[in-house]
């Protein structure tokens, strides 16, 4: 198993333009998290999908954010209309129902210009 | 609420110990973690905890939870030069789905 895996692993933009990240969690993991992370902060928790259902949104999750796990595998989240706010680090982490640690990738690195 | 903290910068030198210490608010915390983040990557888990244990060892990392005064730290004996990194603590808790709550991190230096 080569851990969770996430794409691009950076990605600069402009304001305005929307971006799509993907995220390949440790295979057999049920649970796959989205964190984002801005700079000297610890990772804001964003969303959460058991299989396919996305089950948990936070607030911090502004309609311009959308995050899918269509067949229950790999995640993508969407950022529609991107501001410089948005600029931050993007991490996918992955568990299974077996055991409470969360396994983390290395993460997307979204720059809005 | 929730609400972790702790404190931002600890410098050691090669050899010693370093001990990085979190607090929480939430007393319905059921696990506790320890994540290591080096430049630019994303996050290593490194340990938990279950909230009703007192104490974790796994070989040169030791974890100390004192439930009553809500406080975490973690201990890493005979800190290398790549031990530098920055050390996050985090919760979760059996109300909700798992989400973890991270304090903001502690950035270990280790001079030589």
């Known amino acids: 198993d080569t851990g969770v895996s996430q794409n691009p692993r950076h990605k600069i933009t402009k304001r305005g333009q929307n971006v799509t990240f993907r995220c390949d969690p440790i295979?057999?993991?049920?649970?796959l998290y989205w964190y984002r992370q801005t700079l000297g902060q610890g990772p804001e928790f964003l969303t959460y999908?058991?299989?396919?259902?996305?089950?948990?949104k936070s607030r911090l999750l502004s309609d311009r954010f959308s995050a899918e796990r269509p067949k229950g595998s790999f995640s993508t989240l969407e950022i529609q209309r991107t501001e410089q706010g948005d600029s931050a680090m993007y991490l996918c982490?992955?568990?299974?129902?077996?055991?409470?640690?969360?396994?983390f990738g290395p993460g997307t690195r979204l720059l809005v210009l | 609420g929730e609400d972790v903290e702790q404190s931002l910068f600890l410098s050691v030198r090669e050899g010693d110990s370093s001990v990085i210490n979190c607090t929480y608010t939430?007393?319905?915390?059921?696990?506790l973690y320890w994540y290591k983040q080096e430049p630019g990557a994303g996050l290593q888990l490194l340990t938990y905890?279950?909230?009703?244990?007192d104490m974790k060892q796994d070989q040169r990392l030791t974890v100390l939870l004192n439930k009553k005064d809500k406080h975490l730290s973690l201990r890493i004996a005979d800190t290398q030069t790549g031990d530098s990194a920055i050390y996050f603590c985090?919760?979760?808790?059996?109300?909700?789905?798992?989400?973890?709550?991270f304090g903001q991190g502690t950035t270990l230096q280790v001079k030589p």
């Open positions: 982490a992955s568990s299974s129902l077996a055991e409470p640690a969360q396994y």
């Open positions: 295979s057999e993991h049920n649970r």
């Open positions: 999908f058991q299989n396919e259902a996305q089950l948990e």
């Open positions: 939430d007393s319905s915390s059921t696990y």
């Open positions: 905890i279950f909230s009703n244990m």
């Open positions: 985090a919760e979760s808790f059996s109300s909700n789905t798992g989400k973890l709550i």
